[in-house]
């Protein structure tokens, strides 16, 4: 076990202003493999007059000079790419190709898109007899999940640098360690000091501290949508700029002339990638209830390919959950959908192993809409299946939750989907499969959050307007 000491304020590892630690345990084995130290609000106090201090110089840096940082991070990100998956891995409990192709992957090729856009963003346009100036809004205050410890981080603090923005980050208790040493990447890259700072802490006390504090001009927070409006409600009353990423319910529609297997297995593989651990995951399967029945039995075969076990074997496709809490969360709900009447097809409540934070992959089937696991974020490798009547059902039973954050279409005619699709109110939209791309913006509608990040649209959240007229 390691014992790590300070936080990365103003360029340099400060020691923390009090003595409390959070211990960080492997989730595979439920050991402690180290310490970090848990944030005040002194510490976040001290992060955010670093910021500060150093908007002014950041802000004045042409965009091609905050190009040439991002890209050095970015090069970076990739050089260190496997110690960075190596430390998801041991801390979130992913499996190591997943880690690597996904945790360590995608970061990166996010970075790289910035410092292209920070290059070719247009910062200043004329309209009519105005001049319109796009400037960065100010210092930001970025509060970061463990599920993906780094991409989370990185799509916050790339766009806020090619902004002009300083950034404070807290990440996730869970997760500290990989958002450690990406600020050991920040310094190596020669970023200025005080441009990034990051404070590691409890969210009640350093999460709350960083949303609240009056030098703080955004708050940008991904996590679940209880605390998104708790934040909220909090920036609302400072009239503060806030971006909100939040939680998902997301349906993937399987319409009847889609291909069916091919359909279901992708469904499956959706949702048990990160262990189920994925705000955008298509929990929710939509089927026709002239297939349903056999999209149940395909349902059962695509899933008994994911078995849960040490994150570094390669046979092993399912990781553990984060934690003992989020365990014991995830359990509740394959309760709940027991007691409701969904029958288990596969998976269930009983531990794949005696140690670690396992969970098995889950099938319910004769779900309803109505039920708790239809309505509520579960986060965990359980799939629900759902049958319709006709597209109308299909679609009222689609944006029939609180979310609106991803989901899927399936159809034989991609015009089809596309048609479908524009009807559901969700942020995102795969058809037939599509692939992530992380020029496209992703954030939700309803109780999923508002802002957007990645691409053009993220970058713009961390813009504020000046008209000069002329």
Not at 19 to 48: C, F, R
Not at 112 to 136: C, D, H, I, Q, R
Request: net charge negative.
């Amino acid at each position: 076990m390691k014992a790590y000491d300070g936080m990365y304020i103003g360029g340099t590892w400060r020691p923390a202003a009090g003595t409390d630690t959070i211990s960080v345990v492997n989730p595979a084995d439920e050991q402690i493999i180290a310490t970090v130290p848990a944030g005040t609000a002194e510490d976040v106090d001290a992060a955010v007059r670093a910021a500060r201090a150093a908007l002014p110089d950041w802000a004045a840096t042409p965009p091609a000079g905050r190009a040439a940082y991002i890209t050095a991070l970015r090069d970076l990100l990739v050089a260190r790419k496997d110690e960075i998956a190596e430390t998801v891995t041991a801390e979130l409990g992913a499996p190591l190709a997943l880690a690597q192709r996904v945790h360590a992957g995608a970061p990166a090729r996010v970075a790289g898109s910035y410092a292209e856009l920070a290059l070719t963003y247009p910062f200043e346009e004329k309209v009519g007899n105005s001049t319109v100036l796009m400037e960065p809004v100010g210092v930001v205050g970025a509060i970061t999940p463990w599920n993906y410890p780094l991409h989370q981080i990185v799509a916050k603090v790339a766009p806020a640098l090619a902004a002009g923005c300083t950034i404070v980050v807290k990440p996730a208790e869970d997760t500290p360690l990989t958002a450690r040493l990406f600020a050991e990447l920040v310094h190596e890259s020669g970023l200025p000091a005080g441009v990034f700072n990051l404070v590691t802490g409890l969210g009640p006390v350093a999460g709350q501290a960083l949303a609240e504090h009056e030098d703080v001009d955004l708050v940008s927070f991904t996590g679940s949508t209880a605390v998104g409006k708790r934040i909220g409600a909090t920036a609302g009353a400072a009239i503060k700029r806030v971006a909100l990423e939040l939680g998902g319910k997301s349906a993937n529609v399987i319409l009847p002339s889609a291909d069916l297997a091919k359909a279901v297995k992708a469904g499956v593989a959706n949702v048990m990638s990160n262990s189920g651990q994925t705000c955008s995951a298509w929990t929710r399967m939509l089927i026709h209830t002239d297939q349903y029945d056999e999209a149940v039995e395909l349902a059962k075969a695509a899933v008994a390919a994911y078995t849960a076990g040490d994150p570094h074997d390669p046979a092993n496709r399912l990781g553990p959950l984060v934690s003992e809490k989020q365990r014991t969360r995830v359990l509740g709900y394959l309760e709940k959908g027991i007691a409701d009447g969904a029958r288990v097809v596969a998976g269930g409540t009983e531990a794949p192993h005696p140690a670690g934070y396992y969970v098995a992959p889950t099938v319910f089937a004769d779900v309803t809409p109505d039920m708790t696991i239809a309505q509520e974020e579960i986060f965990g490798p359980v799939v629900s299946l759902l049958r319709y009547e006709d597209e109308e059902d299909a679609l009222r039973i689609a944006n029939g939750t609180v979310y609106g954050l991803a989901g899927a279409v399936w159809a034989g005619d991609e015009s089809e989907a596309v048609a479908f699709a524009r009807r559901m109110d969700t942020g995102q939209v795969d058809i037939n499969g599509g692939r992530f791309n992380v020029l496209a913006p992703f954030g939700g509608h309803k109780e999923s959050g508002v802002g957007r990040e990645l691409g053009a649209h993220g970058l713009t959240e961390y813009l504020q307007t000046k008209s000069l007229q002329l």
